[in-house]
C-alpha cells in the first residue's frame, strides 16, 4: 500500500513570495490534515478536511494561508505572501473518516516539506 | 485547550539498556487517546502506540510499553532493550475525539549510544 506523498520536499523562497504544497493521501482515506512543524517543536495541526469539506481550520492564519482539497482525494496547501516564520516542515497526514465507529483511527504522515523563507 | 508537556528536551541510554519517555497532558475530558509517534531524521513520523483513556491497562508493542496515569494525567513510554534504530526525536500526542486534531508536545531527542 502506498504512503502518503507530499511535493517538493525542500523548497526555497524569498519572503512576500508564494509557494503551495501538494499532498496525495493513501487511497479511500476520508480525513487529511495538514500540520505545520517548526524546529525544535511539535508539529500544529492548520486545517483538517472530510472528504472535500473543512472541518477544523481554527488554527489556519486565513490572511495568507489557504488550503483545498478538491474531489475529496489531492490537497493544495498554499502560503501568500510568505513571511520569515513560516519557515517549517509542512507535514500532510490522512486517515480513516473522521468519528466512524468511535475508534481513534491512526494519522498516516508524509515525509514533510521543508520550507525556507529567506 | 488540552496541552501536552514533554520536560525531557534530550535523553540518552545505552544499547540494550532501558529507558524512559515522560510525558504529561491537560484536560477536562474523559475520553480521548494517547499516542507516542517516533521521528526520525527523515521526517517521517511514525506511530510507535496507542493508548486509549477508557482502558485501564496499559499499552504493550513488543519492546515499547507505556505507563499510562490517568489521575496524574501522566503518560510515559518505556523503551527496553535500546537498540541503535530506536535513535530518533519521539513525541508524545493527545487525541479528542476520534479522528480529531492530534496535539503534541514539543518532544525529546533521544540517543542510542553502542
Known amino acids: 500500500e502506498a504512503g502518503v506523498a507530499q511535493s517538493p520536499r525542500y523548497k526555497i523562497i524569498e519572503k512576500r513570495q508564494s509557494v503551495a504544497f501538494w499532498c496525495n493521501p493513501i487511497s479511500g482515506h476520508a480525513t487529511l490534515y495538514w500540520y505545520q512543524q517548526i524546529l525544535g517543536q511539535g508539529p500544529k495541526l492548520l486545517i483538517q478536511?472530510?472528504?472535500?469539506?473543512?472541518?477544523?481550520d481554527s488554527q489556519l492564519p486565513k490572511d495568507r494561508f489557504s488550503a483545498e482539497r478538491l474531489k475529496g482525494v489531492d490537497s493544495t496547501l498554499k502560503i501568500q505572501p510568505a513571511k520569515l516564520e513560516d519557515s517549517a516542515v509542512y507535514l500532510c497526514?490522512?486517515?480513516?473518516?473522521?468519528?466512524?465507529?468511535?475508534?481513534?483511527?491512526?494519522?498516516?504522515f508524509g515525509p514533510g516539506t521543508r520550507l525556507t523563507v529567506t | 485547550a488540552q496541552t501536552v508537556t514533554q520536560s525531557q528536551p534530550e535523553m540518552s541510554v545505552q544499547e540494550a539498556e532501558t529507558v524512559t519517555l515522560s510525558c504529561t497532558y491537560d484536560t477536562s475530558e474523559s475520553d480521548y487517546y494517547l499516542f507516542w509517534y517516533k521521528q526520525p531524521p527523515s521526517r517521517q513520523m511514525i506511530l510507535v502506540i496507542r493508548q486509549e483513556a477508557y482502558k485501564q491497562q496499559n499499552a504493550t508493542e513488543n519492546r515499547f510499553s507505556v505507563n499510562f496515569q490517568k489521575a496524574a494525567k501522566s503518560f510515559s513510554l518505556k523503551i527496553s532493550d535500546s537498540q541503535l534504530g530506536d535513535a530518533a526525536m519521539y513525541f508524545c500526542a493527545y487525541q479528542e475525539t476520534s479522528g480529531s486534531r492530534l496535539t503534541f508536545g514539543e518532544g525529546t531527542q533521544l540517543t542510542v549510544n553502542p
Open positions: 478536511f472530510q472528504n472535500n469539506g473543512v472541518v477544523d
Open positions: 497526514a490522512s486517515s480513516l473518516e473522521y468519528l466512524l465507529a468511535g475508534e481513534g483511527y491512526e494519522q498516516y
